[in-house]
């Protein structure tokens, strides 16, 4: 069974700090790996993706990927109120297909106190 | 780029009566586009997925008779939930993938804004 691991939270940080957080998997050969976020009430919004080990910055934030440990990460740098949401965390189950569907975790509530 | 669109937002309904989603891509098209379900403070659960032009494949334990998948055009796709009960209240969000020249796609999909179904 195909598996995507969150800690759900709340992660509570203040304004400025770096958050971090973090995703297990259980299909070690899945290839491509999404962070999006979520407002309450609202649908996901793609924040960033990554295929391959190693980092991926865009703007304040940051996704890592470790294959062998089976571990993506999302750090997110000056953090802000706004950033308050849910950080869902996606894995495409369909390698060698071209499906594409996505496996969600249950996501990670983050809140950014001023 | 890459907006999608969901109508209604919003639908209350009485247990028995049929709802239809519809689910738009406006800027590109979409070979496939994905079906899911969140109940509260839970995470998106995959329902199906439809392709153009072809049948939905219906992820394990999801009922196809119940919930009815058209995908009508690369741009459109439908999802009627038919003979509907309270426990099928919950958030719908459809999500589709960018269709690329070759017939190729990417991995990454791009989201409705979600229609929010009450079943009293």
């Known amino acids: 069974q195909k598996e995507v691991e969150q800690n759900s939270g709340p992660l509570s940080v203040p304004e400025g700090a770096i958050a971090s957080l973090n995703c297990t998997y259980s299909?070690?050969?899945?290839?491509?790996f999404f962070w999006y976020r979520q407002y309450s009430g609202k649908s996901p919004e793609l924040i960033m993706f990554?295929?391959?080990?190693g980092d991926k910055e865009d703007g304040r934030f940051t996704a890592q990927l470790n294959k062998a440990s089976q571990y993506v990460s999302l750090l997110i740098r000056d953090s802000q109120p706004s950033d308050s949401a849910t950080y869902l965390c996606?894995?495409?189950?369909?390698?060698?297909?071209?499906?594409?569907?996505?496996?969600f975790g249950r996501g990670t509530q983050l809140t950014v106190w001023p | 780029g890459a907006v999608v669109s969901q109508h209604p937002s919003r639908v209350i309904c009485k247990s028995g009566t049929s709802v239809k989603i519809e689910c738009r891509s406006l800027?590109?098209?979409?070979?496939?586009m994905f079906w899911y379900r969140q109940f509260p403070k839970q995470s998106l659960m995959l329902m199906a997925t439809?392709?153009?032009?072809?049948?939905?494949?219906?992820e394990q334990g999801v009922e196809k008779d119940k919930f009815l998948i058209n995908h009508a055009s690369l741009t459109l796709s439908t999802l009627t939930v038919t003979s509907a009960h309270p426990e099928d209240s919950s958030f719908y969000i459809c999500?589709?993938?960018?269709?690329?020249?070759?017939?190729?796609?990417?991995?990454?999909?791009?989201f409705g804004p979600g229609t929010r179904l009450t079943v009293l």
């Open positions: 439809s392709n153009e032009g072809s049948k939905a494949t219906y």
């Open positions: 800027d590109f098209q979409a070979t496939t």
């Open positions: 999500s589709a993938r960018v269709a690329l020249a070759g017939g190729y796609s990417t991995d990454t999909q791009y």
């Open positions: 299909d070690r050969g899945s290839q491509s």
């Open positions: 990554i295929y391959s080990n």
């Open positions: 996606a894995v495409n189950i369909d390698r060698g297909s071209t499906l594409g569907r996505l496996y």
